[in-house]
């Protein structure tokens, strides 16, 4: 049997993607994990890989945009195999939604977002109804990882894809004040997409402050004003020392309906088939390779590497240059020191700290210390 290709969620913000070019024809054979064609935002271009082995379909034509979960192709088991019949939802026109298309709230989305919920096939169960929060919950899967329970990933490339007519510009609100923040400002200085609109510190004594021409305009609590006022788009934490404030701070913001967004510098390296989450803060020179699995809310320093087909979950922080092999699993709020190497393969459990200098050579299990590198562990209270 075959399998249909929705356009898919490329980002929290954007509802819509367009069908830049088929990369095979109509009817060609495609296999597992290869390219078909490529989708893009105003934020990336990405491409879409084929789930199954089989014949594609061509559904819909390049240079038109649709609404995320719209049937653009089907992949056939056979070359005889007869295509579905779908009830597609019209593409947008001049970006305006047509009012045939599926409603729910924007908590609803962001819900639907991390609990890993399809509003399309939602919507469609519930013709008529205006999907709210309870109704997400009501079919979210049980999922008993938290990484994989908090995280709704979405394929990014290596770069941001800008245009010169584009106008619009995500504004981005800015949580803490010190060294975090300067490096959001530099790598923001260099991407025409998003712009700093304030930052917010806890400190009173940076209140109505500047930095780098940004001012501190009040303390975390004033995010949620500023929200209600509409004067922000997007958050994004700066908070690495205490991985138990960071997640306090993604948490409080997300559950109440505020999102956070990915701040990546424009020459650090996210190769193709990469998985991202939200709230992700990776700083220059750190190369993501192609299948790799990021949750939320993670910090890469400077010239962090993680290679082919990782699995990082959410809340961790990597200090400069740590570097992880292939297929390495870590799980969430672990936190890496400077100079980390992890060998290829290891396990990283929940809530471990691995010092700096040290090469895990080892499964770590969660809740561990590790200070040297003959990788002794010490079990810490969770």
Known sequence: ??????????????????????LHSDGARVSQNEPICVVETTK?????????????????????????????????????????????????????????????????QILANRLGVDLIALAAAHPGVLIGEEL???????IES??????????????????????????????????????????????LTQQAIGILDNNPKLFNTTLMGVPVIGGFDLAIQLWQEKKFDTLISTVVKDIADRVSIFERFTQIGIPFTNIIAANANVRRDCRMGTGNLIVHGSYIATGVTLGNNNFLAAGTYIEHHSIIGSHCTFGPRTSLSGRVKVADRVKFGTHVAVEPFIEIGTESVIASGVV????????????NASNSVIRHAR
């Open 146 to 191: 938290e990484s994989l329970r908090a995280v709704n990933l979405t394929a990014v490339t290596h770069l941001p894809i800008t245009h010169a007519n584009d106008t619009h510009q995500e504004r981005v609100l800015i949580l803490g004040g010190s060294g975090g923040a300067a490096l959001v400002l530099d790598i923001l200085s260099d991407v």
């Open 136 to 142: 997400v919950k009501s079919v979210a899967p049980s």
């Open 360 to 371: 895990l050579t080892s499964h770590i299990p969660s809740y561990s210390i590790v200070k």
């Open 44 to 108: 990336s271009a990405v491409d879409i890989c084929a789930e199954i082995d089989g014949f594609l379909r061509q559904l819909a034509p390049v240079g038109s945009t649709y609404i995320t979960g719209y049937a653009i192709g089907f992949i056939a088991s056979s070359i005889d195999e007869l295509v579905p019949n779908f009830e597609h939802i019209e593409p947008y026109s001049n970006n305006i939604v047509e009012s045939t298309s599926p409603k729910w709230t924007k908590k609803a």
């Open 1 to 22: 049997m075959g399998m249909i290709i929705k356009m898919p969620l490329l980002n929290i913000n954007d509802e819509s993607a367009t069908l830049v070019r088929w």
